[in-house]
């Protein structure tokens, strides 16, 4: 799959382009300059772990899914406030163990 505004080729389950931001769902852009995504997640998804684009336990993976913004810009808030008031690790560690995992799920 490539993105329609820029041409860089995405992974099939990539919601945003990484290189220009751009929407790849059907839907409504939402492009980083863009106009703001409506809020609150689709009411089929849950908070699950993603486990497929984790880097370390999927935390910021399966908030960005959930809420449906950029995982990039999922991370770099969770590192902003991790580094500014320390809470941000605690919560982090707490979500890692509460958060349910999506290993066994199928999303459609």
């Keep these: 799959m490539y993105c329609t505004k820029c041409g860089t080729e995405l992974k099939d389950l990539d ?3 990484s ?4 929407s ?14 409506p809020a609150g ?4 998804q849950r908070l699950l772990l993603d486990k ?12 960005a899914r959930h809420f449906g913004v950029d995982l990039v810009l999922m ?8 580094l500014t008031t320390g809470v941000g690790f605690l919560v982090y560690l ?14 459609a």
Excluded: M, Q
């Design 75 to 82: 991370r770099v808030i969770w590192l902003a406030v991790a």
């Design 52 to 63: 497929r684009n984790k880097k370390i336990a999927g935390v910021c993976a399966g908030f």
């Design 94 to 107: 707490a979500a890692w163990i509460v958060v349910p995992s999506d290993e066994g799920v199928e999303f």
């Design 19 to 22: 290189n220009c931001g751009n």
């Design 24 to 37: 790849t769902s059907p839907g409504p852009s939402y492009s980083a300059a863009g106009s703001v995504p």
């Design 41 to 44: 997640p689709p009411p089929h």
């Design 15 to 17: 919601k945003f382009c």
